[in-house]
């Protein structure tokens, strides 16, 4: 560990602590103000979209109408993408002539990038065509982060709104907060961060795939193509899937320690803001700032915990001169160090990025298990857009249960109360994550189509496994490495929790949301819990952790925590 | 006042355990514990287990763990499902006792039903609806019901503990009577309102003793959280066998179960029909019936407590606090004066006077007169008085002490009439005393507020609770009690329409509303509040609009109401808490206990240096089974209330419930497996 370190951390912290408020206020306005900023611009575009798909914005929608008009959207996206992929050899952009990606890959890939997860089972620039990554996945890369700004902007109207007058109890109307995500946030961003992220090097451009003499008399093929603005919107949308296959570690996504930085800071921007946007919504920013700082303690910690670890360096190398006075340098890009990849790895698995700069595979065993433990939590840590804050909410409305047991009050979250319909579907929401995850994991652990996928033996072996299936549930996307994926049962089943992860875990939110909205709001008292402060905070983190560790422990005893003891006693695999 | 029927008792009373003994083997059957999920899963996993250890016993096979470590572990896994029933069968068993004792009220007795001028005896029970019967002196009132004719006094201490009889009559807001109840004088036509078995006593009995009890939307709530975090962990151990097996190891059944119901939330599950129940109780023990488990859990929420000035927040009595002379008049003339007038006085405010001259102004008046003619008050002329020869000495209302003094040529200084209205608007009431055609001055009587209700009103406030008084008063003086009585609020110049409306409006802005009240016109406010509590003095209707009857009827009881449901759910908040936080040491204890035979290298996380696999696991069973039983009395009693803010309230509950739960089962799993390795077990 080094100051020069621990300062980048503290940076990058205190940059996202800086831009939480500005981004939050101007989302607050996109979406609910009563003009859109740029109006002569973006609000031409904005109408003209409405106009050319027939939607009356006025007209808002329920809790079951939204829904489903996010599902409808969703399958028929997938279906788009995975035409594309099966087509690619006929379409145009195909420099290289990379034939149609098989069946099973594009089904899994196609899930993947609809559902935000963007997990990678495929080498980008062996298997995509230029036209497939721009339109298919860069296509999912914007809307599927907008349907989850959908997803959070309906439940916050869900708990802000106040019941009574309006009976058909409407929470907005999907098709206008996904239009208005894309043209006033996440076009207008990612057009500057591209351009930022060109200035230091990454490439843009459509030719095939350079041919190098090199230095020893070979010659090497290097791959080419539309990096910077895939890569913007990679990590703002915290989509994760790289234009290469070395993803955020390779030179053209990720050229020098700036662009690292920039690449960090649009991963949390949005989903920070959001909790600012969420207490305005609130009609009391204290409320966003509260699980804004609940997100930040368990960042913080997960930080504090990978750093010391890679900085320590393994156990077993620690002989090696270099290694005592480098730390865990395996699988690292020098140009960003162990503080920028400990930092990188930490925000990408606490926003469900899934993007990497170093290989997470090459991590010591404690340094493995944040990253594994983050996504565990339920990628709720800033999150996936809107779908993390809308989680974060869901464990908010969890210990405000508990909290207001404890008081003698029948809890009430933000005014409105907490009955038997909501504990029911949030405790819906808490069940299919590790249903998901645990149980297609426990499969893959003791089937012959699992185990023949991994690299290593004994508990790192299971690491993969339980890193792979948390990934895919919580929509994250990064990988382990060592697991070969692209089989017919990874991508089989790796796609079915990526799909219950996402949709079956956004229905009971808008459940809850629909459910909330018909209640009257009361007034706070001194009676009632207050959900800001240092005291919500701290029983939000507990509950969140307890959730978490509770049902990951046994699994994560196996795995990583067994590693970590045998590593000790000098046993590796 | 006495309570015969509500002594304090024990938690454990002799009779009651053993009945809850036998009880807690019947509730065994599967079909009843389906409705507790998580007792059921323990239920389950203790059959499981019974079955491996009778395929143990008599196959051996090769790798099969320790006969006493299944056996152990088995028994415990028995023993924890009977602590759960035990717990909610005691509590079933106060509530009967306490049932039983009122039930002693309704004892088998004869009615003379009269129907179209026919008497004819009949048994209490066969009474329905409608049916009139005649009850004379002496008589036991065979069921509630109604005076269509006659008055009667009635002792009603069988019900309420009350000593002293009670007038009863026919119309008006004293026609209510109860059955179980005896007549000491007079005769009395009842008209019978309720059906047999369907009387306000018949439900609460029902309450109590569990049968009538569905699940209140909080307690389904909770259910719900349990349940599923029951589900989490079974699916957290299930696939933890393939885990095990990848890694080279065969979990056994006994183990898988036992680390199930370790992690599932026993402790919770077990006691949170005792808790519900012993609610209910407690409010009976308070001499409160509740028609619903609905109505407790509602007061606990409430946010806005309405309560009438008289009776409840002042003493109801009006009494003589100063004396005013009129000018030119002496102060222990005017003394005299009023004691005089007062000496035969026998209504609080006459005494009140009396003893106020005496102990205060310190006049010893002699006895009276033996000439002396009293004129008792009436209605008409608003005086009392004494008539000493020609002397006629009056004191009354102002106005009519005024008319009174001008009618024998007198004069009234206005200074007397601007004090008299100044007394009004303090909230007093002045009342005028006069000898012959002179004015002699005012006695200033107040309505004393009870001592130290304006500290309750603060404890209400920092809970959240707004009070509100309720009177009759012109405003003014209803601010000045208001304000002496340190409530949050008042409606003066109250109609039965206006706390109706009232209600209304604290409802609409989604507050809960508590209320007492007894009157026929305090029937519609009682059915729109969502704590209706009617006195037991009050009349039929207004019991039947409410959802608790006091039975001492004492309008200051609502107090404790809101208490005790805030207790209910706090005693389920913090059960809840403590029994996850369990969960922390559980796994330090089970799983590297496991997890060691093939891997020995994550002792390390044995923290707690356990003896052995099995005596961890069976003293991690143990333990579980063992705070069902320690905590069956915090359940029955309930955590302790405090007034205070909720944030502050939180933090104790974290830190007592939380922490404590985190640490507590490090200390007992550690001794328990101590004592398991001194007996020989390893």
């Not at chain 1, 459940?511 to 209640?519: D, F, Q, V, Y």
């Not at chain 2, 102990?359 to 004129?375: I, K, M, N, S």
Request: proline share 5%.
């Amino acid at each position: 560990m080094t100051a020069h370190g621990w300062l980048q951390i503290a940076l990058f912290y205190l940059a996202i602590l800086a831009a939480t408020r500005p981004m939050g206020a101007y989302m607050a306005r996109v979406f609910e103000g009563d003009a859109q900023p740029l109006p002569r611009v973006l609000g031409r575009l904005e109408r003209l979209l409405y106009r050319l798909a027939g939607v009356d914005p006025r007209r808002e929608h329920t809790a079951a109408e939204y829904g489903l008009a996010l599902l409808l959207f969703s399958a028929v996206g997938l279906l788009g993408a995975y035409a594309v992929m099966r087509a690619q050899h006929l379409l145009p952009l195909d420099p290289e002539a990379l034939p149609a990606v098989p069946p099973a890959l594009a089904f899994n890939t196609a899930v993947s990038f609809t559902t935000n997860t963007n997990w990678q089972a495929y080498a980008g620039e062996s298997t995509m065509s230029h036209l497939t990554q721009m339109l298919a996945l860069g296509w999912h890369n914007f809307v599927s982060a907008a349907a989850g700004f959908g997803l959070v902007l309906a439940l916050a109207r869900g708990l802000t709104r106040r019941g009574g007058p309006d009976p058909r109890r409407t929470l907005g109307n999907f098709w206008v907060d996904l239009v208005r995500s894309l043209v006033y946030v996440l076009l207008p961003l990612s057009l500057v961060v591209a351009l930022v992220l060109a200035s230091q090097g990454v490439i843009q451009n459509f030719e095939p795939n350079a041919t190098i003499a090199t230095l020893d008399g070979g010659t090497q093929s290097i791959a080419m193509g539309p990096v910077a603005s895939q890569e913007a919107i990679k990590m703002l949308g915290i989509n994760g899937g790289g234009f290469f296959n070395a993803n955020s570690a390779h030179p053209f996504e990720n050229p020098t320690p700036l662009t690292n930085f920039v690449e960090m800071f649009v991963v949390f921007l949005i989903p920070a803001g959001l909790t600012y946007t969420y207490g305005r919504m609130a009609g009391d920013t204290r409320q966003g700032w509260a699980l804004f700082a609940a997100m930040s303690v368990l960042f913080v910690a997960g930080v504090a915990v990978v750093y010391p670890a890679e900085a320590a360096g393994n156990p077993q190398a620690l002989a090696e001169p270099l290694v005592a006075v480098a730390g865990n340098m395996e699988g690292k890009e020098i140009r960003f160090g162990i503080a920028g990849s400990s930092l990188f790895a930490t925000i990408t698995t606490d926003a469900s990025c899934g993007a990497v700069n170093a290989m997470h595979d090459s991590f010591t065993p404690v340094g493995g298990l944040v990253p594994m433990v983050n996504m565990q939590l339920g990628e709720v840590v800033f999150g996936g857009i809107g779908v993390g804050l809308a989680g974060m909410v869901v464990f908010a409305i969890l210990s405000v249960f508990i909290a207001g047991l404890m008081v003698g009050r029948t809890p009430e979250y933000l005014g409105k109360k907490i009955e038997p319909r909501e504990m029911k579907l949030a405790m819906l929401y808490v069940l299919v994550f590790p249903l998901a995850l645990l149980g297609l994991a426990a499969w893959a652990a003791v089937s012959e189509a699992g185990t023949a996928g991994l690299a290593n033996a004994g508990p790192h072996g299971l690491s993969e496994i339980l890193y792979a299936y948390s990934s895919a549930t919580g929509n994250n996307g990064s990988a382990f490495a060592g697991l070969s994926a692209n089989t017919p049962f990874y991508n089989g089943t790796l796609a079915l929790a990526m799909l219950i992860g996402r949709f079956w875990m956004m229905i009971p939110v808008l459940a809850i949301a629909g459910s909330m909205r018909g209640k009257t709001t009361l007034p706070p008292g001194p009676g009632t819990f207050p959900t800001h402060g240092a005291l919500f905070v701290g029983l939000l983190v507990a509950v969140v952790l307890v959730i978490g560790a509770l049902t990951f422990f046994p699994a994560l005893c196996l795995g990583p925590v067994v590693e970590h003891f045998l590593a000790a006693n000098g046993r590796g695999f | 006042m006495a309570h015969p029927r509500t002594e304090e008792r024990s938690l454990f009373d002799g009779p009651i355990v053993r009945a809850a003994l036998l009880d807690s083997l019947r509730k065994l059957s599967p079909v009843y514990l389906a409705r507790n999920p998580v007792m059921f899963v323990v239920e389950v996993g203790s059959i499981v287990t019974t079955l491996v250890l009778v395929r143990d016993a008599l196959l051996r096979p090769a790798a099969m763990a320790p006969l006493w470590f299944t056996g152990g572990v088995t028994l415990w896994l028995w023993f924890t499902v009977l602590f759960a029933n035990f717990a909610e069968a005691v509590a079933e068993g106060r509530g009967k006792a306490q049932a039983a004792a009122l039930r002693r009220v309704r004892q088998d007795t004869t009615a003379r039903r009269w129907a179209d001028g026919v008497e004819t005896s009949v048994p209490a029970a066969s009474l329905r609806k409608g049916d009139r019967v005649i009850v004379e002196a002496g008589g036991v009132i065979p069921g509630d019901g109604e005076i269509v004719e006659g008055i009667a006094s009635v002792d009603e201490s069988a019900i309420t503990g009350e000593s002293a009889p009670v007038i009863r009559e026919r119309g008006g807001d004293r026609s209510a009577v109860t059955g179980g109840t005896t007549v000491l004088s007079d005769r009395i036509v009842v008209r019978i309102t309720a059906e047999p078995g369907a009387s306000f006593l018949d439900r609460m009995i029902a309450l109590v003793e569990g049968a009538a009890r569905s699940k209140t939307p909080n307690e389904l709530a909770l259910h719900i959280l349990l349940v599923g975090l029951t589900l989490v962990f079974l699916i957290a151990c299930v696939t933890l066998v393939p885990f095990a097996l990848y890694s080279g190891m065969q979990l056994s059944i006994t183990v898988v179960i036992a680390l199930l119901v370790c992690l599932i939330p026993t402790t919770i599950g077990g006691l949170l029909s005792a808790i519900g129940i012993a609610g209910m109780d407690r409010l009976l023990q308070k001499n409160v019936l509740a028609m619903s488990g609905r109505a407790v859990e509602a007061a606990g929420d409430v946010d806005t407590l309405l309560l009438d000035k008289t009776g409840t927040i002042t003493l109801g009595n009006r009494m003589a606090t100063a004396l005013l002379p009129a000018p030119g008049v002496a102060t222990s003339e005017l003394a005299e004066a009023a004691y005089l007038a007062s000496l035969a006085d026998e209504t609080p405010e006459g005494r009140s006077i009396v003893a106020f001259v005496r102990d205060g102004v310190g006049l010893r008046g002699g006895e009276p007169d033996p000439d002396a003619v009293f004129v008792p008050f009436s209605a008409e002329t608003r005086m009392s008085g004494v008539d000493l020869g020609p002397r006629l000495v009056r004191k009354g209302a102002v106005d009519a002490v005024v008319a009174h003094v001008r009618d024998r040529g007198g004069a009234v200084p206005t200074e007397l009439l601007a004090a008299a209205g100044r007394i009004g608007d303090g909230g007093g009431t002045p009342l005028a005393v006069s000898d012959g055609a002179r004015m002699l001055g005012l006695v200033h009587l107040e309505d004393m507020v009870k001592e130290g209700i304006a500290e309750r009103f603060a404890r209400f406030r920092a809970m959240g609770i707004r009070t509100v008084m309720i009177t009759g008063d012109n405003p003014r003086t209803a601010a000045a009690i208001a304000e002496q009585a340190g409530v949050d609020d008042f409606v003066a110049e109250a109609t039965p329409e206006k706390k109706l409306e009232f209600i209304r409006r604290e409802q609409a802005g989604g507050k809960l509303v508590a209320m007492t009240g007894d009157g026929t016109n305090d029937a519609p406010a009682l059915a729109q509040a969502d704590v209706g509590v009617a006195m037991n003095t009050g009349t039929q209707a207004a019991k039947e609009a409410g959802n608790m009857v006091d039975l001492d009827s004492n309008p200051t009881k609502l107090l404790e109401v809101v208490e005790v449901g805030k207790q209910l759910l706090m005693t389920r908040g913090s059960l809840t808490t403590f029994s996850i936080a369990n969960d922390v040491a559980k796994y330090f204890a089970i799983l590297p206990a496991i997890f060691a035979t093939a891997y020995l290298e994550i002792e390390p996380l044995d923290v707690m240096d356990l003896h052995s696999t099995y005596t961890a696991i069976l003293a991690a069973v143990i333990f579980n089974a063992l705070v069902i039983i320690g905590l069956i009395p915090l359940a029955l009693r309930g955590v302790r209330y405090r007034p205070m803010g909720a944030a502050a309230l939180l933090r104790r509950a974290l830190l007592i419930y939380g922490v404590g739960g985190v640490v507590v089962p490090f200390v007992g799993i550690k001794i328990i497996d101590e004592a398991l390795a001194a007996l020989g077990f390893a």
